[in-house]
């Protein structure tokens, strides 16, 4: 009890100093969610203008403000950059989509439903007075599918309401909540089964016939000057510049987090703090949290090529010490943690790295990430396949307007992480939420390859294929061969020495799709897609075969993937 209440009184503290702060506030702002089509179409414009939009973000740290969105394409130089007529298209769409930051007129609704609602078409009831901005949507996502999971065709049925504004100068504000029913794909299915937790979820109540659970995401904002901005609450955020991440992923539910960011200059610096949740029964008590402390640092070398280091600590104080919960020690938002670490002679565990991109010819990115969990460099030359070399690799190329064609873009990427990847002395502090993986969805002990193609033929129709084969090494019968990040190293079922990728149960994964989506009005779609997906391994248990056609409507969410 006692530990219990120093937790909160620091939460407290942060909560007084946060709201202090915010006195002196220069403009408020909220983010879109991540994994949307606008930041396909911002990878597009910062590409084809041949320059880093070093003025108004770092497409590395996701997600964006709506306000910087606003302003990049306000300030875009269309003259000096070659646009189709959907390039432009794509353009008014965010312009529309953030209008309550842009100084153009577009987004108008000349056919709204009353004088109240839909006047913009981004805004199903859009309020803005004097010192305060509302902006209410529906949220609808209904899908059905012919796979099946134990006999049931697969189903999204999602309801729920998104709201976003600001008080004054002083207070931002965003809140999307939403009720759903899901029957899943026989893959999510059997993951959920085996492992008791369900991708983008928390607590799922499951009943004879379907899954149910609320997704909700809420936060508020504050901007102190023009370079530094806070935000804390439940949300995701994304470090990367390809499909999947090592540093910090979103394939899995918000957690309670506060972020700030700093940009000036050529610089962007952002502190992540939050509380993740292991669940460890289906009761009804409150589960057992970790915590994550990361720091990354992105920096614009030239117009085009942009560095960035990154470093995360994995803590847990809930037993075993004379404190529990949050350690002050890491609120630092400057100091090398791993020097906090040894400092504390804790068994915390720490992660680096460093992600890299490059833009050229105005058609072309490379983009990667080397990130490392742990390694000793004399075993590394060694090469004799030490346990404790654990890191990750990942490489892509992005190719916009592929051999002339307006708006058809090519994308390929391998990703591949080295057994024990992210794992710990103390399983109770792994780079998990919710049981989710929190940076690659295979987790560890895995290589992957990636191609993917995106076609926009008209101004209001996506096309977009997906094809994904990957080997990675299962466990079973309560092995630990370095797959699941979740388990503690020490249990681990090889030897010291030897260790490859794919080692355990050698696994082969398939997985492709093709997806036609048509936006009937701004942020609706209606999607058809076409995938199949298999596994083959030694052992018939890991082996599954399925292809399905799937149709759906969304409406103020972006489409969901389960491609693991």
Same mark, same amino acid.
């Given at each position: 009890m006692k530990s219990t209440q120093l937790?909160?009184?620091?939460?407290?503290?942060?909560?007084?100093v946060f709201f202090a702060c915010i006195q002196a506030i220069y403009a408020q702002h909220t983010y879109i969610p991540t994994g949307g089509i606008s930041q396909h179409i911002l990878d597009r414009l910062e590409i084809k203008s041949g320059e880093l939009a070093n003025d108004h973000f770092h497409s590395t740290m996701k997600s964006y403000r709506r306000k910087s969105i606003a302003n990049y394409i306000d300030s875009f130089s269309v003259g000096k950059v070659g646009l189709s007529s959907v390039d432009y298209f794509n353009m008014d769409y965010l312009i529309t989509d953030n209008f309550e930051w842009s100084n153009r007129q577009i987004g108008l609704n000349k056919r709204r439903l009353s004088k109240t609602l839909y006047r913009r078409k981004a805004a199903l009831y859009h309020a803005s007075v004097s010192d305060f901005n509302l902006i209410v949507n529906p949220v609808l996502y209904y899908q059905v599918s012919t796979d099946k999971w134990n006999g049931r065709y697969a189903l999204i049925n999602n309801r729920g309401v998104e709201i976003r504004g600001n008080v004054g100068d002083r207070i931002g504000f965003y809140t999307s909540i939403s009720d759903e029913i899901l029957k899943p794909y026989s893959w999510v299915g059997d993951y959920y089964e085996k492992d008791k937790t369900l991708l983008y979820a928390n607590f799922v109540k499951g009943y004879d016939t379907y899954l149910g659970y609320f997704l909700s995401n809420a936060y508020v904002t504050a901007s102190f000057n023009k370079y530094m901005d806070l935000q804390f609450g439940h949300y995701r955020n994304f470090i990367g510049d390809g499909y999947r991440s090592f540093i910090l992923g979103d394939m899995h539910p918000e957690y309670l987090s506060m972020r700030l960011n700093t940009r000036i200059w050529k610089m962007n610096y952002?502190?992540?703090?939050?509380?993740? +949740? *292991?669940?460890?029964? %289906?009761?009804?008590?409150?589960? &057992?949290?970790?915590?994550?402390?990361?720091?990354?640092?992105?920096?614009?070398?030239?117009?085009?090529?942009?560095?960035?280091?990154?470093?995360?600590?994995?803590?847990? +104080? *809930?037993?075993?010490? %004379?404190?529990?919960?949050?350690? &002050?020690?890491?609120?630092?938002?400057?100091?090398?943690?791993?020097?906090?670490?040894?400092?504390?002679?804790?068994?915390?565990?720490?992660?680096?790295?460093?992600?890299?991109?490059?833009?050229?010819?105005?058609?072309?990115?490379?983009?990667g990430q080397i990130v490392i969990s742990e390694f000793v460099l004399k075993e590394l030359v060694n090469n004799r396949g030490w346990m404790h070399n654990k890191y990750a690799i990942q490489t892509g190329l992005k190719y916009i307007d592929v051999f002339g064609i307006k708006n058809l873009d090519f994308q390929t990427e391998y990703n591949f992480a080295r057994p024990f990847q992210y794992t710990s002395y103390s399983a109770a502090q792994s780079f998990s939420n919710f049981r989710q993986f929190m940076a690659h969805p295979l987790g560890a002990n895995f290589k992957e390859g990636i191609v993917m193609i995106r076609y926009q033929p008209t101004q209001r129709i996506h096309i977009w294929g997906k094809c994904i084969i990957a080997q990675y090494g299962n466990d079973t019968n309560g092995s630990n061969f370095g797959k699941d990040p979740r388990l503690s190293y020490r249990t681990h079922s090889s030897a010291m020495y030897g260790n490859f990728i794919g080692q355990g149960v050698l696994t082969k994964l398939v997985m492709g799709d093709i997806t036609a989506s048509y936006m009937a009005f701004h942020n609706m779609f209606v999607d058809f897609k076409i995938g199949y997906r298999a596994t083959s391994a030694s052992l018939n248990q890991?082996?599954?075969?399925?292809?399905?056609?799937?149709?759906?409507?969304?409406?103020?969410v972006n489409q969901r993937n389960y491609d693991f």
């Open positions: 937790n909160m009184n620091l939460f407290v503290k942060i909560l007084i952002t502190n992540i703090w939050a509380e993740l +949740r *292991d669940p460890i029964s %289906a009761s009804y008590a409150a589960q &057992p949290r970790h915590y994550m402390a990361t720091h990354h640092l992105s920096l614009n070398l030239s117009k085009n090529f942009n560095i960035g280091l990154f470093e995360t600590i994995l803590f847990q +104080r *809930d037993s075993g010490h %004379a404190r529990s919960g949050f350690d &002050p020690n890491y609120l630092n938002p400057v100091i090398f943690y791993k020097s906090v670490e040894n400092g504390l002679n804790s068994t915390d565990k720490a992660i680096i790295g460093m992600n890299y991109k490059y833009n050229f010819l105005r058609h072309f990115s490379l983009y890991f082996n599954s075969e399925t292809s399905y056609f799937t149709i759906g409507i969304r409406l103020n």
